[in-house]
């Protein structure tokens, strides 16, 4: 199982990000999806998920107005659009796969991409 994250980079606050997670190896539309993040010396949180089916959302209250979860079971993908970026929202940026449960704790998920860096500049 393979979780390869994209979208990265470095973008002004205020600014808009969209990133993107293909998943390989395993039947993806059994899976509820998230996406966590971690700042420098923090540890990784919560920010998104997307139940793997009924097309439910929860999100992180950090985040929620700000981005927005989606997802494509034909082409394996989710996305996290971001906007209205803040200097907070600087971190790695981490997808993940979760086979059994729609939740926001990072001990549940299975599968991790490698993470691509987001940096927002005041």
């Known amino acids: 199982v393979q979780l390869q994250a994209s979208g990265g980079g470095l973008v002004q606050a205020g600014g808009s990000l969209r990133l993107s997670c293909v998943a390989s190896g395993l039947s993806f539309s059994p899976y509820a999806m998230g996406w966590f993040r971690q700042a420098p010396g923090k540890e990784r949180e919560f920010v998104a998920a997307?139940?793997?089916?009924?097309?439910?959302?929860y999100y992180a209250d950090s985040v929620k107005g700000r981005f927005s979860i989606s997802r494509d079971n034909a082409k394996n993908m989710v996305y996290l659009q971001m906007n209205s970026l803040l200097p907070a929202d600087t971190a790695v940026y981490y997808c993940a796969a979760d086979r059994s449960k729609f939740t926001n704790k990072l001990t549940d998920y299975d599968y991790w991409g490698q993470g691509t860096l987001v940096t927002v500049s005041s």
């Open positions: 997307f139940s793997r089916s009924g097309g439910s959302t």
